[in-house]
Nanobody
Framework: QVQLAESGGGLVQAGGSLRLSCRAS????????VAWFRQAPGKEREFLAA???????GYTDSVKDRFTISIDNAKNTVFLQMNSLKPEDTAVYYC?????????????WGQGTPVTVSS
């Protein structure tokens, strides 16, 4: 089992930045794919970025030039650096982990951290 805890959300003005953290307990991230998702009110959950144990990263097109996913293995924490935030980035942000996610299905999820971007 692995428990995930996100932090770092909050209120920010458009154009600003936030760094979200996802800390794992129970197991290390070293053998997991770790991803960030978000869900805005009334919308479906959206994949944002993922990092593999090989160091490979992947992003959805809408954030790839503004968001950066990274991992600190010593702290067992994955980060999502979000720059040039827009009001449409307002959502609850979740991290997820899985040894081998199939069709985007992850076994472990955090509780989410809300992000509000004001215009």
């Amino acid at each position: 089992q692995v428990q995930l805890a996100e932090s770092g959300g909050g209120l920010v003005q458009a154009g600003g930045s936030l760094r979200l953290s996802c800390r794992a307990s129970g197991r290390t991230f070293s053998s997991f794919v770790v991803a960030w998702f978000r869900q805005a009110p009334g919308k479906e959950r959206e994949f944002l970025a993922a990092t593999w144990s090989s160091g490979r990263t992947g992003y959805t097109d809408s954030v790839k030039d503004r968001f950066t996913i990274s991992i600190d293995n010593a702290k067992n924490t994955v980060f999502l650096q979000m720059n040039s935030l827009k009001p449409e980035d307002t959502a609850v942000y979740y991290c997820a982990a899985d040894p081998a996610p199939k069709a985007g299905a992850y076994d472990y999820w955090g509780q989410g951290t809300p992000v509000t971007v004001s215009s």
